[in-house]
């Protein structure tokens, strides 16, 4: 097995941006649960992403959501983000929470509602040039409830010339990345339902425009280390919302319903040289922390994405050829598992003690006390949440 | 084929019961769309129900969900219930809402939630007392998010000692029956996740606690009819929660994702006596009319079991057992297929306009002028939804 | 709705191939149970199709399977055809029955093995010039059963050159299309596992090459006619592998297990042109009749296809995206259920009649005394199956 | 988290029996590939399950298939057993390589077949007398592939009739354990498919029926451990099949598909006490080798299983149950993770050494040169597969 040593270097380039919206309040359509200390402002929720990072050296980035994180200056948000020691990151469009929405945005079939939707994303790249934000995340609520109630083929034409439009406003240094989902909020058609159908729409757009894969976003058994091969392969993906299930979009914490699949997944994006100096692959969670503290949520993600990235450069993979070329079935799935079933844990630990970190950041956070500051001083005002 | 004058008794009998809730607003996490018209509270929720009756003859019944149908006096409710032609039917009870609840309500570990879910059921029954309800349904949001969050074995040795103090205070003509559920809201395990459970559970209990099956709880590829013709032999099924699915529990109109489904299911029914005039099966629709008209929708819905119950009816019996029993593959499953390829629409129409209904139940509502007429009067006050 | 004479042209062109092995053997890994008067020979297969054309005029082509339809001389082969009223079709290729393949044959790491898997293909396009086929089948059963037993993507690469190597040799006239498989029979991974994977691939061939879509081989859950809209959409429908499922790739007769999913697919390919006289898309069944009996198996199924497209035909277009564009759900909705829940059984019987056919193609079958005819010809000699 | 030196005793006590047939050649429908060295007799067969147990100290007992291990003395069978080492154990039955049972078995319609089923079964508790076995397992393959085929509820009613019988003629000291499966080899409805149905079953027959739960049975997205923990509540639990999956019954190694889901069913054997002395819970391999070499595979199966044994045993069970009650989701989550992350691989290879095994049990028999032997002298004969 490759040495823990080799591995390190690589480690440390790691970042994985982390979602603003994770720090406010989330639910299911049956109960959202509050808790206290919830960010109520756009510059809460990036004081509390600025922790994970400041416990982990993983986490540089933030996400935004517009309109959940609209204010009136950009540049001083940035500002504001720096102070903190991060960066503003992808830009995030939402054009499922208006009454006009409700039967699509960018595929909608009257041209005045879907004109709406194309302006919103301009209004994001016009954020993206103030934030310095690289990446415009488009994901789609729109789809369809009954059969017949839209049509399939139209929307999709729709959409291909609505996403013309937007990467026409890109600037040079700015990407589209289009994510697929399988269903949900949509129960019959969803506009982009898998991985083809987005690789399809952005291999027509160009260059800047990639595919977002999130790891909860696929039928029941979907090999998804297989999705990021071919993407990889094809120079297509863009980047990752990282998270986890057992059943649908559940948005549980990376890892934590699969491990060996993140593991698998991990090992797919090195073999495909997604860790690469020049990978266009960009890491990022996307998770719902609906029952359990949001903080240490996302410090758990992160680790838990590290812990695995660890594993995944941890298997010999030269031996693994060999062993694949001979046709040796058992002995080359146990190279893979060697790696996946040695614990990382202590040697991370160190490594983060030699840099200056906390050896065991998950319990660092929690005994810094910060939880109960922020408990403590954010009374009153309205806990931010996917309404607001 | 079975003659459709021989069936028209029984489609007489036929009662659907209508959940107030469906004539609420409803939605995703990610929106709930509005619509004019909409009930503000309870009395309005009957009344429109009262309409989905006064033109089908099939829905002499409306569920209540408390507390969302909370009111100060239940006999006026009864009574106003009766002056609109319909009567109060199942009570559903409700521990999901409320912030004690987030780990659990009759699993829970805390005696003091746990008692507090317990009551609540003891305040449903009185409920019950007041409104002359039959049925008292138990589904429950209980689960967890998390492997080793909860205690999966404790917490199912609490739900049975929760059921058994609920099921003591039953009246005798009172019955429970508890509702189980795949998953969602809880993304891990969920305390009545199979008919299994749920039958293990009520059959510790007694000869008044029955299953309630809903048709959009189960796991993907699920053959449902055989459930329902198992809990029909085991004598404990008893009700049913109608709507269609095509991927989660999505709650559509019924018989929309997959009409040979519904077909299957109440061809067994049928086959299993769930129609006779002994049989212990409560009919009922649970559904979301997220995107389409609330009252239209409960009336395609309650047509949609109409026309699946005639199609089922029409199946010649004596034909297929004897092609079932020559192991004609073909042949029987021809004679399935007959019935459920039958239009029965027009025969339907005809023998509704026989008993003085319109004919086209759908169309002469549009046609009369109630919507609008909710629309202009509805104004101010709150919609109902989920919430309230 | 669409007038039912206004449609029958559309029918009369309809052609769906029959696979050759249809009228073999076939089963599970269980047991393959055998009947009284299966064919020995390519000859026979292709005598029981013709019969199936014979009393439905839907049937005019047969797939070959290489090697299982191997023989001495295509040329007579197609002449024996032709003097029974059919003509010889799609040629599929095999690289799954030979313990060369054990790892793979166009993704193989072993040069060796996948030319030899290059070559056969080479041989197959040999069998179509002997034959007159249009379309050369590629479905793949490579793959492997444990994470890290192969690599993925470097297999990916290997397809891509190998696909390159037989799409160089195909004539002017001749097509490459390439099925997708969700899994089996390989349990880990599968090297073409989706549409996109398959869009992908043959997109880089060129004009000749084509997606191959088999109604059966898709994730639990998966909106098919999504796909079907999509790959009309890109122009690379090349054609169908009908069948129909409740689990996997359970081989049923098509529309067995969800008409409404039949007649919601054929209802995107009228939608898409996918009927137009310029379109690419071949009509194919692909199933294994395992417990009912063959013949009677394929004629139900080319009836099921030619319903459900007249059903298709029915709807009322104009109406629909009337409907569609006011965002009335249900109205919408309403009209491609009326032409679903439409009987056209009796005009087809008509229509049937009036062109000298069987009114009721089945009824004529089993009264015509070919099956006992063969049941006590076919005596001696070793039924085909999957194996030869 | 527990000390590995308190969780030995229990690892010495566990017992994985092995399926003979394991050692035959396995395949899919498309394809059986065969390895040198395969067994050619019953005898062939325990040699190499010997050879397990030799090197593992884990497999002390051997699985026979009846017909497939059919001999003319059982009790010099069960002498060879026991001087290589190994005891017979449980005998399982087969009704679904018969001509006779096309369309079913115990379940059958017709009194004659159904009959020879039962009386199938009465020969096999024969064998069970002679060889010292426990337990009958029946699975079967009952079912239909199309709707209306079958009269799903009389079979359930002749199902219940056949096991009445087939439970009298048990002995004292023997039991019956009935196993579910989703689906395959029926595809659309399957008798026995799932926990609810086996459970209904077993349960009217008495105290000696119980339960066998096959871990690669269920529906996409089920929840295994909670039936685990649901069925050891119910006193049910009789026997475990291991193997793993990552789409239908793949039958692959355990543990190889989900190495978590294996360690949370077996923390919950460990809650629920189905490790304990009185435990009913009997243990059990029941995989395929399709492409991996056999002896090897169930090696590193029962090594799999040990492995996680350990780590569910290694779980702080009072820490975590504090945290449970505290509603510390992430600190009861980290508890359980902690345990399936530690690397037990090193303290079990000492462990075994202190027993004088190999530490290694799987290179060691790698190293030893028997498959070589039985490579070069097993030739000639019939090779064991499923079809003998």
């Known amino acids: 097995m490759t040495s823990f040593d080799t591995i390190t270097p690589l480690l440390e380039k790691q970042a994985i941006e982390l979602p603003s919206w994770a720090f406010g309040n989330s639910g299911t359509r049956f109960k959202v649960f509050t808790t206290p200390g919830t960010p109520r402002t756009p510059e809460e929720k990036i004081a509390d992403a600025a922790k994970v990072h400041e416990f982990t050296a993983l986490a540089p980035k933030v996400a935004l959501h517009i309109p959940w994180d609209l204010v009136d200056d950009f540049s001083a948000l940035r500002t504001y983000a720096e102070d903190h020691g991060v960066a503003l990151g992808t830009i995030n469009s939402n054009t499922f929470q208006d009454e006009d929405y409700k039967f699509g945005s960018l595929t909608h079939s009257n041209p005045v509602i879907r004109q709406k939707a194309i302006d919103h994303h301009f209004a994001c790249i016009d954020v993206m ?126 890892g934590a319903a699969d491990p060996f699949q993140l593991f698998r997944i991990l090992y797919e994006v090195v073999r495909g040289g997604g860790l690469d100096d020049d990978s266009p692959v960009a890491f990022m969670l996307d998770q719902c922390h609906n029952v359990e503290d949001k903080i ?46 040695t614990d990382v844990r202590g040697p991370l630990a160190a490594w983060r003690e030699s840099r200056g970190l906390p050896a065991d950041p998950f319990g660092a956070y929690l005994a810094s006390g910060y939880q109960q500051q922020i408990a403590e001083e954010r009374v009153g005002g309205t806990q931010a949440s996917w309404g607001a």
């Open 129 to 254: 040039h103030a934030t310095g934000s690289q990446d415009l995340k488009i994901w789609l609520a729109d789809g369809s409830n009954y059969p017949g109630q839209q049509d399939i083929r139209g929307r999709q034409d729709r959409l291909a010339d609505s996403l013309q439009q937007i990467y026409a406003r890109l600037g040079e240094e700015q990407r589209l990345v289009l994510e697929y989902k399988f269903f949900e909020p949509a129960f019959y058609h969803t506009d982009v339902p898998d991985w083809g159908t987005s690789y399809a729409q952005v291999a027509q757009l160009g260059d800047q425009a990639l595919v977002c894969l999130d790891t909860g976003h696929h039928a029941p058994g979907t090999n998804i280390e297989f999705i990021v091969a071919q993407l990889l392969r094809l120079g297509k993906l863009g980047s990752f919302d990282f998270n986890s299930r057992f059943y649908a979009d559940d948005d549980l914490i990376v």
């Open 296 to 341: 240490p949520g996302q410090i758990r993600s992160v680790l838990n994405v590290q812990e695995m990235t660890a594993r995944a450069l941890l298997v010999d993979r030269d031996a693994l050829t060999t062993a694949q070329e001979a046709g040796d079935v058992l002995g080359a799935n146990g190279i893979l598992m060697d790696a996946f079933y």
